[in-house]
């Protein structure tokens, strides 16, 4: 069949190019915003007298029409359409006659395409915001139950220091409310209308491209019209965003897996979100969480293969960038998926204090919190360091915890220690004692919870 762009050529590929050139199979999931600029752009076309009132009325009715027909599934997308523009073109031709052969005045679809993926990255640029929204309120909901439960905090994956299961998660919190504002600043900077840039170098027609952008939603218009149809630093920095997003998503997905462990056991998976082995009838699975940590690599792949594609193109347009929708959709709805499952993982997800608190006395947490005792008392810190070391030493030896041994113990060590020790190393006493901002104590948490969300209510 010939194509729409016949004249300086036949028109007629060869079916393996057909296929090849072809961009319909993906990028048909833009046929809402397609038509959505369509109907825009012949009403700008109308306000400017290019085209008359009445086939601007005709055109949005019959592109209403196909917008229709598409969302109920009467119309089937047609495969054999080189990109989702020429199929609607051709669907709206068939429909209103003449009328909808005038449409395509005063644009390309080079810059109609920038328009469409501006268009979509938009709105699922909202939509990563509002479920990230609905997993920071699912780890606030567990950081308000679990402020005040003991944990091992690690460094090097070597118990550290007591915090509480609260602080922790809160961290995460933390981590999504910048992901959140990057997402929404990419979205900011991707809000500038390329419609009217033509193929790349504008138009000899007396077109209004800011009405045009007014009506579509944006804030303004791109001002070179070279960069306007050759421009995907937009794609890239919500790529970016949501690389980082993932990173986190796969921490935490990590700590998971970890803590859902039988070498840790902090905290048991809902039922709904593991699975089981086909041979080994006591297993427990934590795969949606390694199905995440996975897919992160996919998303890194994503963003680098999309700058790898831009990294050597001339201006302006190059069918190379056909190439550009795969990769940014994947990464969406990839990071979609993640984010979806993610949330009742962490909502359904039940802690386990008493093996929280067993592993932070097991792990000599506390040491450091006896060093600062005998410092209190006028002992140089290391001396006092020294001290602390040898009695985590003998506790070892001994199967015993700094909680355990005796006072008299402790006085070979020292006669400074008194039995005001045994407070001061108390679990909840170290985590209590450590208020500086942003610490891990029950009212720094509440603090953090109390502060993220009036983030959230001023982001509403």
Known sequence: MAKMWAGRTSGMTDRVADDFNSSISFDYKMYRQDIQGSIAHAFMLAKQGIISAADAELIAQGLAGILED????????????????????????????????????????????ALDLRLYLRG????????????????LAKAKEHKATIMPGYTHLQRAQPITFGHHLMAYV???????????????????????????????????????????????????????????????????????????????????????????????????????????PQKKNPDMTELIRG??????????????????LPLAYNKDMQEDKESVFDAVETAKACLSVMTPVIATMRALPERMKKAAQEGFINATDLADYLVRKGMPFREAY????????????????????????????????????????????????????GGTSVKSVEAQIEWVEEQLAMNN
């Open 174 to 280: 933390m981590m999504l409310l910048r992901d959140m504002d990057r997402v929404k600043d990419a979205r900011r900077r991707m809000n500038q209308s390329p419609i009217g840039c033509c193929a790349l170098a504008g138009t000899t027609y007396d077109t209004d491209r800011d009405f045009e952008a007014r009506e579509l939603g944006f804030d303004g218009v791109m001002l070179n019209s070279l960069d306007g149809v050759s421009d995907r630093d937009f794609a890239l920095e919500l790529m970016s965003a949501i690389s980082i997003l993932m990173m986190h998503l796969s921490r935490l997905s990590e700590e998971v897996i970890l803590w859902s462990s039988w070498e840790f056991k902090f905290v048991e998976l809902d039922d709904a979100y593991t699975t089981g082995s086909s041979i080994m």
């Open 295 to 312: 897919k992160t690599g996919r998303v890194y792949g994503d963003l680098m293969a999309l700058l790898t594609t831009l990294k050597g």
């Open 386 to 437: 020294k001290i602390s070391g040898e009695l985590v030493a003998r506790c070892i030896r001994e199967g015993k915890v700094l909680e355990t041994l005796t006072l008299s113990e402790y006085k070979e060590y020292s006669d400074l220690f008194e039995e005001d020790l045994y407070g001061e190393i108390d679990l909840l006493t170290c985590v209590e004692k450590r208020t500086s901002k």
């Open 70 to 113: 598409l969302d109920s599934g009467k119309l089937p997308f047609d495969e054999t359409a080189e990109d989702i523009h020429m199929f609607v073109e051709q669907e709206l031709t068939k429909r209103i006659g003449d009328a909808g052969k005038r449409l395509h005045t005063a644009r390309s679809r080079n810059d109609q395409v």
């Open 124 to 139: 699922e640029a909202d939509d990563l915001v509002s479920m990230m929204v609905e997993l920071i309120k699912a780890l």
